[in-house]
T-cell receptor, first 118, second 108 residues
Framework: NAGVTQTPKFQVLKTGQSMTLQCAQDMNHNSMYWYRQDPGMGLRLIYYSASEGTTDKGEVPNGYNVSRLNKREFSLRLESAAPSQTSVYFC?????????????????FGPGTRLTVT | QKEVEQNSGPLSVPEGAIASLNCTYSDRVSQSFFWYRQYSGKSPELIMSIYSNGDKEDGRFTAQLNKASQYVSLLIRDSQPSDSATYLCAVRGDKLIFGTGTRLQVFP
């Protein structure tokens, strides 16, 4: 099992460019998440998908869009990149059901994408 | 007031000692609590989950939860240099809220 995979690992964009970050999981998890991590700010939730076919905003959704393509894949799109979006982006997934499951249960993270916007 | 608070550290302990990492949270209805370990340049890795008051042990790790005091801690026994990392506390209410982490340094 590869767990959670993300592409690309690194990306440099110019202001105004667009890009899509890809995420896939092979653990048959129902819920998937996108976070950004900035120094001193911790992990902040951008968007999440509690189950296939649903997406919801997190704490910092402005400037981003998401697509839950199927149960395995959840992509994050930056339509017009800004320097403030320079960050490390993590995708995560979790099982559903029970106290230990459901949205925001034990989450497993991908390796991350380091994005720089100049 | 931050929803999940951790001392940023660094917390420095000698090899073989017990490292004690603390976390407080503000949402009284929180039900699930997690500790993640994050090595520099890597992604967070889940190491402990705790759902009820008391202690939960897993190898050298012990998680402690006190819901009345809104406090969760992680003890690492027999600390090793390989334990040097940032430890993130995460609290689940309607979403999962992460603290900013405590950096642990274990020196030989």
């Amino acid at each position: 099992n590869a767990g959670v995979t993300q592409t690309p690992k690194f990306q440099v964009l110019k202001t105004g460019q667009s890009m899509t970050l890809q995420c896939a999981q092979d653990m048959n998890h129902n819920s998937m998440y996108w976070y950004r991590q900035d120094p001193g700010m911790g992990l902040r939730l951008i968007y999440y998908s509690a189950s296939e076919g649903t997406t919801d905003k997190g704490e910092v959704p402005n400037g981003y869009n998401v697509s839950r393509l199927n149960k395995r894949e959840f992509s994050l799109r930056l339509e017009s990149a800004a320097p403030s979006q320079t960050s490390v982006y993590f995708c995560a997934s979790s099982e559903a059901g029970g106290l230990a499951g459901g949205p925001f249960a034990e989450q497993y993270f991908g390796p991350g994408t380091r994005l720089t916007v100049t | 007031q931050k929803e999940v608070e951790q001392n940023s550290g660094p917390l420095s302990v000698p090899e073989g000692a017990i490292a004690s990492l603390n976390c407080t949270y503000s949402d009284r209805v929180s039900q699930s609590f997690f500790w993640y370990r994050q090595y520099s340049g890597k992604s967070p890795e889940l190491i402990m989950s705790i759902y009820s008051n008391g202690d939960k042990e897993d190898g050298r790790f012990t998680a402690q939860l006190n819901k009345a005091s809104q406090y969760v801690s992680l003890l690492i026994r027999d600390s090793q240099p390989s334990d040097s990392a940032t430890y993130l506390c995460a609290v689940r209410g309607d979403k999962l809220i992460f603290g900013t982490g405590t950096r642990l340094q274990v020196f030989p």
